[in-house]
């Protein structure tokens, strides 16, 4: 029996889908198939921005994934449908769920240049990933992301700072003019991570950012994600993944949440 996962969002939300679709064939032994729907992705344009939310497409080819796609699930299919965006979600395929997320294809020599900077250097990296866009340009948005600003990141990187002497903080953004401005220290060197590393679908940027030792995120699956498969030492990050609820059920129990 053919088993179908709605994916729905950019990279960080598939990956949390997929990750729920395995784990449902394990637990569920009638289910012999996983099949991704993607008909969520009709008619977007890739990063093309329509009423504040920016466009999105199918990215789970990005890495060596076992799975069948369809335009959309047939009627009267069982299909999985929703954000799943808990670690409760696939917590019986954890081991599963890392071997899979690995890059299909190699990084290009700039790219693998600044992964041996960021691991060899002898002060400890941190990753700051900063999400903005349409968290940002759509008013809606905005509503439930406004806590995510520059005293955020600040007391995150005062924890950082508690723990290290030496660190050196490496800004993952698609907004790097605002980090500039509000991403700024006097003790420890800050990195701007641009578009030229980004890579392929910006799988460089995704790769580097796990690459880090430890990790400032966002209220953003994609961060999430870097910080889990990356085993960060530290991770920092809300307490409320959106500014009205109570407290965030995504943030990992050992990481620490502001």
């Not at 965006?85 to 899979?100: A, H, M, W, Y």
């Not at 866009?133 to 995510?148: K, L, Y």
Request: proline share 3%.
């Amino acid at each position: 029996m053919d088993l179908y996962v709605k994916l729905m969002g950019g990279l960080g939300n598939q990956m949390f889908q997929y990750a729920k679709g395995l784990s449902a064939l394990k637990q569920a032994p009638q289910y012999t198939n996983l099949i991704l729907d993607c008909s969520f992705y009709d008619g977007q344009e890739r990063k093309v921005i329509k009423n504040g939310l920016t466009g999105r497409g199918f990215d789970l080819d990005i890495f060596n994934l076992k799975y069948q796609r369809c335009d959309v699930a047939p009627d009267g299919g069982h299909v999985l449908e929703g954000w799943f965006q808990s670690l409760e979600d696939f917590d019986n395929v954890i081991d599963e769920v890392k071997e899979q997320f690995t890059f299909a294809n190699p990084f290009s020599q700039k790219i693998q240049q600044l992964d041996k900077i960021i691991t060899y250097d002898p002060s400890h990296s941190v990753c700051i990933h900063v999400r903005r866009g349409d968290f940002i340009n759509n008013p809606t948005a905005f509503v439930h992301n406004e806590h995510m600003g520059a005293a955020y990141y600040r007391k995150a990187m005062d924890v950082m700072e508690d723990k290290y002497d030496h660190l050196t903080y490496f800004v993952f953004s698609e907004d790097l003019e605002w980090c500039r401005e509000n991403i700024k220290n006097d003790k420890h060197p800050v990195v701007l991570v641009d578009d030229d590393y980004s890579g392929d679908r910006d799988t460089g940027h995704f790769y580097l950012m796990q690459r880090c030792e430890n990790h400032i995120i966002a209220n953003s699956t994609y961060s999430w994600w870097a910080a889990f498969l990356g085993d960060s030492k530290l991770t920092v990050g809300p307490k409320k993944w959106f500014t009205n609820e109570s407290e965030s059920e995504t943030m990992l129990d050992n990481w620490i949440k502001l």
